[in-house]
Structures are given as C-alpha cells and as structure tokens.
C-alpha cells in the first residue's frame, strides 16, 4: 500500500505514515464505519483502512507467509494481543439532490464489492427550511449517521475475546476530511467573527450521540489524497455541485484558498498549525470554565431533580466573574447542554437577562429558553414546556390513596396513612409524629387533578389565600404555574400537592400528598 504524504514541513516534501498512526488510535473501536460518498477523498479513505485491517489479518499469519514489505513492516508495528482486529463497513447517503444520484449509489456499490465491505445506503430528505442547502444537507447527513452507530451499537455481534469494551468504542464513524477542508473551514469561520473555540474548526475526533466521530486524514492534504487516487488507481466520483460558488465553503475553495497558496505556498499547512494553536486555547478555557463552574453550578437543579425545572446557575456567583470570564463559562455551559454557540448578539443579551435578573424576562436560544428566577439562571426546553402544557389538557379522576402518574408531567405521590382508632383518634405509637399541622392530610373524598384557573382561591389555617401567591411563596418558577396539577372536590380547591391541604379538606394524621415532577 502507498503512503500518503502527510508531512507538516514548509516543503512539503517529506513522506510518512502518520494516517496509520491514527488508525492505530481507532482499534479500541469494535467497529469502523466509513461516511463513502463516493469522491476522493472518502474512496482514499475506505481503500487505505481496508489496506490497514487486512494487514492486522495478516499479522496474525506466520512471518513467512508476508510477502509484502510494506504490510509486514505495518504487521510488526502494531501487535493484535491487546485488542479484536475491528469490522468494517461503509455508509452512503444519497440526499436526492442530484439527477445522478442514483449513478453514485451504484458506484459506491462497486467499490465496496471489490474491497468486500458491506455498504449501507440510505435516503435523506433535504428539508431547507431557511438555513441554507448546505446546513440542511449536513443535518440531515448527521442524522442518518447517527442512527447508523446507534443501530450497530445495539445489534453489534459479540466475540470470544476477554477485552471489555465501553458503549463510546462499540463504533466509529470515519470522515475523510483533509487539511484542505480544515483551512477552508477556518477561514469561514474567521469570516464570520468566530472566536477561539470556532477557530479550532474541526477536531481528529468528537462525539456523536453516544459513539465517535473520527478524522483520521486531516493532517493530510488534498494533493496527498489525489496521488494516492493515481498511484492506486481509484475510480472516484466528481460531485458537480463542487464548482458551484454560490456556495461558500466552493468560493473559498475556488478562489481564496487558490490565491492564498499562490502568495503563501505554505498556507494550507500554517492554517492547520493556527487550528491546532486555537485548540490548545480553547482546552485551556474549558479547564477555567470547569473550575469556574464548580462555584457557580448547577446544584439548585439537583437537589429539585427535575427537568421541568431546568439546569441553573446562581445569578449572584455568575457576576462575581469578570465579563470575558463570565461570557466563557456561560459558552461552556450552554455547549454541555448540546446547544450552538450563541452570537455576540445573544451573550450580550444573557449578561442583561443576569444583571436586571427580572422573573418575567426570556433569552430565546433556539429551541430553548434562558429564565432568570430567585437568583438563578434556568435553561429550559421548548419542547418539555409544550409536554407540560398538554399533559393535564383537562381534569382526570384519582383514586383515592393511591400514587397515580401523569405521563410528561410527574407523579403524584400517596404515603402511608398512620394508624387510627376506630373513633378516628390517632394511637399513641405515632401521636408524636402527626401531633403538629405538617401532619395534616387530604379526608377521604372524590377527587379530580386539574390545572390552575384564573383568580383562584380557598382557604387554610383559616385565611383566604390565592394560589398565585401560595406558589410565589413556595418558589414554584413561573413557568411552571399555570401547570402544576391541583386537587379538585367538585369545583373547589381540596390540595395542592406537595404544599399544603385546604382546611374544607383536611384531617389530621389522613392522607398525605407529595408531587414529584418528571
């Protein structure tokens, strides 16, 4: 098997094998999956780890019978007693974009048939809904992808080795980008204002759902891919949407990047140099972010254990930072909870949202929602909301005694009623425990769970009392309000689970009621 030239040197000139190493990182991985869309750079990819596998095969083969150099030399680096030798397949997405896409699948057919790897094509629609044909694209892309590690990762083939592997190395999906492709995601980002996180474009390796994104060329370059094409004799798919430059990754590829090599020949290989400075600074603010956010954590939301209430932050500790030290840890936290970075634009509106910490005010972030409340900055989802919304749509029976629950909403939650005399009197064994009016509980009736309406309210320990105000008094978030189920006698307010029983309603040492939100 040719090598690719992978060196970093001005020059250029110098070969090695440094894509192998990076092969050799991946063999904690039970299972290789290559993105093939057919085109250069994928076909390099799937032909030189088919090349790779079938030399760690060969390994375990005599000495004698290795006749090629090159592959025993890769054999004898690289010992197969630690690790099962991974499987290998390959996925192709056919977007449906082109009128030749049909062709491509059947290339890609013929390829994987004459390397005996298995091939999975699978359909996408292509929604663009006003982020652009490429974005859509590369979601959709995603999508298929992940539910291509997922599948293998709950139907993957068990082996006779004594290796234990975690879920994270069941599978890894390998893509064929370059440092071409890196410099080229740089300068966009750049174009756009992007910071230190953004400059270090794409990583060697990140997570997808719950397996691994690897990048085991990116230290090689689009020349590199194009001779080992020719030296091997690859057949490879020529995507005419590659010249089109109305997209903007094809105009920095057809014209900026070829102006920048002419004036700086260099450029490709110092752009990568800068991605991998960037990348390093942006570990290392991570680090501060993750000692920052020791103090300023989320321990509110764990103690209330429910996503209804959302992940927090403590308002007070957040301004005690500096603002770039502030803005950092507020990008890394909101990064954690699987959201796009926010604009310049948006942070300047979360450090408003902290400094007026006003009950009533929103940060819109997609498909979430920032909610400062008593002190803490609340990251809510859209979607939990709407669940919270249409779970109690309208009033259901509760059998009495009994923990019953209420599907996207909670559980609402039964003890144990202490024991009773005949005449209704308390024993001695637990007078102690029911003795003061925390022990108060619901009588036994007929009951409804039901929202809160407008205006309502009931009285307990002998006063009138709202609702409204018993749950502002009780620290229930806004949000949460108009959801929180309430215990209906007819028309009247009996409890509210998890706070208090309504004295029409209550009897001491009877049923008592919690409310756990899911």
Known sequence: MSSLDTSHSDNNTNSNTSYLDAYKTLLKHRHWIVAFSGGLD?????????EFLQSLHLSQLTSDQLTNDQLKDQASSTSTDDFTIPSLSAIHINHQLQSVSADWEKHCQSVCEQLSVPLTIK????????????????????????????????????????????????????MGHHANDQAETLLMRLFRGAGTRGAAAMPMQRSLGKSQIARPLLHCTRANLAAYAVLNELPYIEDPSNTDESFDRNFVRQQVLPKLEARWPSVVTLLNRYSEHASGDSELLADLARLDLQTVDASEASVVGSKAYGVSLSITACLDLSLKRRGNLLRYWLSAQQLNMPSTAQMAQIDNLLLSASSGAIVQLGA???????????????????????????????????????????????????????????????????ASEDSV????????????????????RGMSRSVKKCFNEHGIPPWLRDHYPLLYAGDELAAIPGILVCDNHSMVGACALDWQWD
């Not at 996408?124 to 590369?138: C, D, F, I, W, Y």
């Open 42 to 50: 994928s076909t390099v990819l799937l032909h030189s780890v088919s």
């Open 123 to 174: 359909k996408v629609a292509v929604a663009n809904e006003g982020k652009g044909l490429e974005s859509a694209a590369r979601q959709a892309r995603y999508i298929a992808f992940e539910e291509q590690l997922a599948a293998y990762s709950t139907s993957r083939p068990q082996d006779n080795s004594n290796i234990s592997y975690s879920a994270e190395a069941d599978s890894v999906l390998l």
């Open 368 to 434: 979430y929602r920032l909610c400062p409340y008593r002190d803490r900055l609340y990251l809510l989802r859209e979607d939990t909301l709407f669940q919270l919304s249409q779970a109690l749509d309208k009033n259901m029976a509760w059998t009495f005694g009994e923990s019953m629950t209420i599907n996207g909403l909670g559980t609402l939650l039964v003890s144990e009623e202490p024991q009773l005399r005949d005449d209704g009197e308390v024993t001695s064994e637990v007078a102690s425990e029911v």
């Open 441 to 460: 509980g619901l009588r036994e009736g007929v009951y409804t769970l039901g929202r809160k309406r407008d205006g309502l309210h009931f009285r307990y």
